[in-house]
C-alpha cells in the first residue's frame, strides 16, 4: 500500500516538474496598441510560415509606462517577458551594470544581419562591442513641410538646401506672413550635432556635452527662435497630440525635422486631414567648416527587439526576432501599415515600398530614406542616455530655448550632473 | 438577555467579549503586514543596497542617505514640495471655508445639488483630472488661456513657464479639493448650535466677532484635518504632477516634488534604491510636519 501511494506521489511530482519545464507562449511587450496588433499579425504569420506550434502573447503597454513596468520586472525578476520591443533611450538604463539582455552578438554575425541591416544602425543596441537588439526602423531623419503653406510663402525646397539659406529664407517668411518657417523641438539638438557630424556622446559612451560645437549647435537653435525662424509649440515639443490640435492644425507649423517614424506614423494619424498637403524633403546641409561631411540627413531615436537573459525560449524568441526582420512580409507590413521603413537593406527591393504615398502628394517617401539611408550617422548607446535625455527633455530645453538660461551654461550643469551620476 | 444559541467564530466556547472584535481584526492585520509592513521593511532594506537593476547587488550602508544630502535637486524637490504645500493650505482653506459659510448662507435650497457638484472633483481619479487640466492649461489654446484672452490678459504658458508651473499645480490641487474640503466643513457648520449665535448676538457681539470666537474654534478640528491631508497630498502626488509635467520637474525644475524626483531617479536613471533611501527621508519630515498638527487636535479635544 505504501509502495503505491509513494509510486502514486511520485508519478504526480514528475508530472509538475514537466508541466512546470514547458514554459507557456512566449511573452512579448510592446508599446502601443498599433504595434500589438502588428506583432499579433507577425506571430500568426510565423506560425503559418512553418511553425505550427509556435504560441506567443503580444502585450502592449504606453510608451512610458511599458518601460517602467519592465524595470520592475527586471529588478525583481518576476513576470518578465521574453521579447521586449525597447526605445533605445531606455536601453540605455541597463547598461550600467550587468545587462539584462540576451548578447546576440554571434547570433546576428551567424545571419548575416550585421552587413543586411544598415551598418549605422546595428551600433544602436550595441554596447561594450556586443549586440543586444536589433532595431526595427531606419529612423532616417528628414524635413517634413506644408507644401500648400510653402507654395503660399512662394518656397521652394532648392531654396532652402542650406541652413544658412532655411534661416535667411526663414527670416523673410516671418517679416511677411508672421510664421515661422520651423516649429522646435528638443530633439532637434542632438539630430543637428549629428548631421554635423558629432554627437552627445562619444563611442565609449561618455557625455560631451560641452564640446564647442555642441555649444554652437544649441546656440543656433536658441538664434533662430529668437529670430522667429522657429517656434516653440505650445507644449514645446512636436511628440504631444496637442500639437497637432493645435499648431499644426492652425496652420502655424510649416515644417518639422522628424524621422521615418515621425511621417508615418505621427503626422499621418494625428494629422489626417492634412492628406495631400505635406511632402517630405532632405535635411539642409551644414556648410560651416567645423561640420563634418555634407550629410542631408541624420538619425534619432528608434526601437529595437532585444531578448530578456532570464527568458527560458530564447531560441524562439530569437526565432520570432529573426523572422521579423528578415521576412519580407513582416517589413512591407510594418511600412504599408504607417510605421516606420524597416533598416534591413534586402526588403527595400518590395516595389510596395517605392509606392507613391497619398498622404505626402503621391512622393515615394521611402525611395528618399532609401537615398539618404548611406549618410546617416551612427548612434552610440550610453549608460547615461536616459538619464540626459530626461534631463534635456525636461528641464532645461524650455528653459534655454526661453532664453532663461544660456545654451554653454545649460551643456555644463548637465555635463556636471551626469559625471556626478557616473 | 443573549440567547445561548448564538454562533462563536473560534470556538465552541462562548468567547470573551475582546477576543471576537480581536478575531474579526485578524484579516485586516495579515492583509496590512503583506501589503504595508513587508514593503515597508523591504523597501528600507533595498534602500541600503546597491543601485543595480539587474544582478545581485550588494550592501552600500547608509551611502545613498548620504549623497541625498549632497544632492542640489533633491533639496529643491524638498524645498519645492514645502512650499507646495504650504500654498495649497494657504489657498483651499480659506476658500473651502469661504464656500462652506457662502453655502449655508446662500443657497440651502440648492444645498443637495451643490454638495454633489463639490463633491465630484473629490471622488473624479486624480489621473482624470490631470488629463483635464492638461487641457485646461495647454499653451495658447488651452481653456484657462481662452478665459483669460477673452478678459484681454497675455497668454500664460501655464505648463512650461516656470514662474507659472507651481501656481498650475496649487490650481489644480485646489479645484480637487476645495469642494471636498467645504463640504467637510459644510456638515461642521451645521453641527453648530444656533443658540451658540443667538446669545452671541444677544450680548451685543458682531458677526465678525461671532465667527472668530464662535465658528473657528468649533471648526478647529475640520481644519486641521484639511491642513493634514493636504500636506500629505502634497508629498505623495502623483498623477496630477506626472501628466501635467510628464514625469519631470518641469522647465528648470520649478515643479520638482518630492514625488516626482522618486519617480524620476527610479524609473528615468535606473536607481531604485536610490529612490527608496528618498521614500525613508520624507517619513521623519512627514511626521514633523504632521505630528504637532495631531497633537493640536488631540489637546484640543481634552480642553
Known sequence: ?422 | MRPASIPTIFSARAPSPNRVPTGLLLPFVLCAASFWLFPVIDGFLLSLQSNTLYGPSHYVGLEHYRALLKDPRFLLALTNTIVYAALTVAVVVPLALAMALLMRRCFPPASPVVRFCLLLPGVTPPLVLALLFVLVFSGRYGLLNSLTGFLGAPPVDWIQDPRAIKISLVMQATWRWAGFIALCLLSALEGIPREYYDIARAEGASPLAAFRLITLPLLRRVLLFATVVLILDAFVLFSGAYVLLGGSGGTSDAGLLLITYMYQTAFRYGRFASAAAMAYVCVPLLIALIAPILIGVSSGRRT
Open chain 1, 1 to 422: 500500500m505504501l509502495g503505491r501511494i509513494l509510486a502514486v506521489s511520485a508519478t504526480c511530482v514528475l508530472l509538475l516538474c514537466t508541466l512546470d519545464a514547458q514554459p507557456g507562449p512566449l511573452q512579448l511587450w510592446v508599446t502601443s496598441a498599433n504595434d500589438a496588433k502588428y506583432y499579433q499579425s507577425m506571430v500568426d504569420l510565423y506560425r503559418r510560415s512553418g511553425h505550427p506550434k509556435f504560441q506567443a502573447e503580444v502585450h502592449a503597454y504606453g510608451h512610458a509606462e511599458m518601460p517602467d513596468k519592465l524595470a520592475v520586472a527586471i529588478k525583481t525578476g518576476v513576470n518578465a517577458p521574453d521579447v521586449v520591443h525597447l526605445d533605445e533611450i531606455f536601453f540605455s538604463l541597463y547598461l550600467s551594470g550587468e545587462v539584462p539582455f540576451v548578447d546576440l552578438t554571434s547570433r546576428v554575425r551567424a545571419a548575416g544581419l550585421d552587413k543586411k541591416i544598415v551598418p549605422q544602425r546595428i551600433h544602436l543596441f550595441e554596447y561594450g562591442g556586443r549586440v543586444y537588439g536589433l532595431p526595427q526602423s531606419l529612423s532616417g531623419i528628414v524635413l517634413y513641410y506644408r507644401d500648400d503653406l510653402f507654395s503660399e510663402a512662394k518656397i521652394t525646397p532648392a531654396q532652402i538646401d542650406t541652413w544658412d539659406k532655411f534661416r535667411t529664407v526663414g527670416r523673410t517668411v516671418h517679416a511677411s506672413s508672421g510664421r515661422s518657417l520651423l516649429s522646435l523641438d528638443w530633439s532637434y539638438f542632438e539630430i543637428l550635432l549629428r548631421q554635423r557630424g558629432f554627437d552627445i556622446f562619444d563611442n565609449a559612451g561618455n557625455p560631451t556635452l560641452d564640446s564647442p560645437v555642441a555649444v554652437e549647435t544649441l546656440e543656433w537653435l536658441v538664434a533662430i527662435a529668437k529670430e522667429r525662424v522657429g517656434l516653440v509649440p505650445d507644449r514645446a515639443t512636436i511628440f504631444e497630440p496637442t500639437f497637432f490640435a493645435s499648431d499644426v492644425a492652425n496652420n502655424e507649423t510649416m515644417a518639422v525635422i522628424g524621422a521615418d517614424w515621425y511621417g508615418l506614423d505621427m503626422i499621418q494619424n494625428f494629422a489626417p486631414s492634412l492628406k495631400g498637403r505635406w511632402r517630405a524633403m532632405p535635411l539642409p546641409v551644414w556648410t560651416d567648416p567645423v561640420s563634418k561631411g555634407r550629410a542631408a540627413t541624420s538619425s534619432f531615436a528608434g526601437e529595437g527587439l532585444l531578448v530578456y537573459k532570464g527568458s527560458q525560449r530564447v531560441d524562439d524568441a530569437w526565432g520570432l526576432i529573426r523572422f521579423v526582420i528578415e521576412n519580407q512580409e513582416a517589413n512591407v507590413q510594418r511600412y504599408l501599415h504607417g510605421n516606420s521603413l524597416t533598416a534591413y537593406q534586402p526588403a527595400w527591393s518590395d516595389p510596395r515600398l517605392h509606392r507613391p504615398e497619398p498622404y505626402f502628394g503621391g512622393q515615394r517617401v521611402a525611395e528618399l530614406l532609401m537615398k539618404l539611408a548611406p549618410q546617416a550617422p551612427t548612434v552610440y548607446a550610453s549608460p547615461h542616455k536616459a538619464h540626459l535625455v530626461s534631463l534635456w527633455r525636461e528641464k532645461y530645453w524650455s528653459a534655454v530655448i526661453r532664453g532663461s538660461i544660456a545654451p554653454r551654461t545649460a551643456l555644463s550643469e548637465m555635463q556636471a550632473e551626469l559625471k556626478r551620476g557616473m
